[in-house]
């Protein structure tokens, strides 16, 4: 998401050809739209895509994570392990986007609301009675991730979770 608002931010994409796509991605962890944006990352080649997905997350010191091959592949194109992250990443990216650092208020706002409109809320939301949660899901090898934004009356938090 934040690679692809990113583009969006920079002139490179624009936000009605891509909004929707990023919306499915996040509210119902969809693998192939998240190749669909890589392929527009990579203008038609998801290769390139994964390049500047990489490139992005290394410039903004996301350090413990990186794409090596399409979501819900098992084709690994580097030799590495599959796709991973950490939880740290996680917890950066969503604090920076919680305190509208992330790209740009407006874009980190967005943000905000897709995630807002998460539709599986079996993990951190389910925990967390009235209060504003936007979270996002993830699993893969028996690893299953949720991270949110959770909002209690005066409080923000950021949270995450990996468990196998």
């Known amino acids: 998401m934040a690679s692809t608002f990113r583009a969006v931010n920079e002139g490179k994409l624009k936000m009605e050809d891509v909004e929707t796509t990023v919306e499915r991605m996040i509210t119902t962890d969809n693998n192939s739209d998240a190749n669909i944006l890589l392929k527009t990352l990579g203008n038609g080649e ?7 997905v990489n490139e992005d997350l290394r410039e903004n010191g996301y350090s413990s994570t990186k794409v090596t091959n399409e979501m ?3 084709f690994d194109r580097e030799g590495d392990k599959e796709n991973y992250t950490s939880v740290s990443d996680v917890t950066k990216l969503l604090k920076q986007i919680l305190q509208k650092r992330c790209i740009s208020n407006a874009m980190s706002e967005k ?3 897709i995630l807002q409109n998460q539709t599986i809320t079996d993990i951190i939301p389910s925990q967390i009675e009235s209060s504003s949660v936007g979270n996002k899901t993830g699993e893969q090898n028996n690893i299953v991730q949720d991270a949110a934004i959770v909002s209690i009356e005066k409080a923000n938090y950021v949270v ?3 468990a196998s």
């Open 46 to 52: 998801i290769a390139k895509g994964i390049d500047k």
């Open 160 to 162: 995450a979770i990996s």
């Open 111 to 113: 943000m905000i609301e």
């Open 72 to 74: 819900g592949s098992s």
